[in-house]
């Protein structure tokens, strides 16, 4: 793990976001977003207006101080711009795409490990094909996303996920990565696919998944990051127009989160 950063940014980071994230089983506080253009309440214009989505140079602001230099990305298709539906305004670009680029930003020569080309993959899919060239990168930051395939398969086995996450997190912790981040999805129930009469089962099934991913993560001392309860109303247009599949917005409010929790990261 990565020792503490300066100091010098704490009231800066700690006014970020409010994003919810779990590490070894403590919530971390958040502080209030910057309001969007045009006063409160106001639908921002841009992704540099949305107080969901990190302002121009924020990304390398909060991750100045940070000691990772080689990072490595697995997961479900929620990584890939493969039918992303652009929102005008937010850039054409996946999260885990604009987290690299916040940290080449503060430290130019990271290195990343970014596997393309992937769809619908359960995590026992993610540990078989995915986990053996991850620890052969030697990386020392690790981003899983996760959880949108068992939600959308026709059943869902929580013991069965918890069984093969744990596999991973324990295979990433007891290697070379000093931080393992674990992002599972935005509200499913607003993607605007579901029909009226799954809602209630698929979001008692969403929370199940969350609350077992932070048990595993509490477990191996790693980081979740819960879109389904990123702060802010909900918003329809940070899922796209293909099932299961994010926005250029979402993607943007998504990088947002997982920037700002790795910032936070640096000041506790």
Known sequence: MPGPGHG???TRNEARGEDRIVRRGVRA?????RRAAGGV??????????PRCLGPGEGAALLADARWRRAVVLG???VDSAGMTVV????????TDRVIAAL??????????HPRGRRELPLSHVRSTQLGDALDFNGDLALLACGGPELRARSFDPDAMEFELSRILAALRG???QVVVVVSPFDLTQAGEVPADRVAS???????LSERIEAVVLRHGCVHVDLAAHEGPPAGDLWGARPGRLSSRGHAVAAAAVVRTLGRLLVT
């Open 29 to 33: 506080p958040g502080g209030a977003p």
């Open 41 to 50: 309440g106001a639908a921002p214009a841009d992704e540099h207006a949305d």
């Open 175 to 177: 290697a070379t990565c």
């Open 88 to 95: 005008p305004g937010w850039a054409r670009a996946p999260w």
């Open 104 to 113: 080449r930003e503060a430290h130019p020569r990271f290195a990343c490990l």
């Open 8 to 10: 010098r940014d704490r």
């Open 76 to 78: 479900d298709s929620s």
């Open 202 to 208: 698929l979001r008692a099934r969403q929370r199940l």
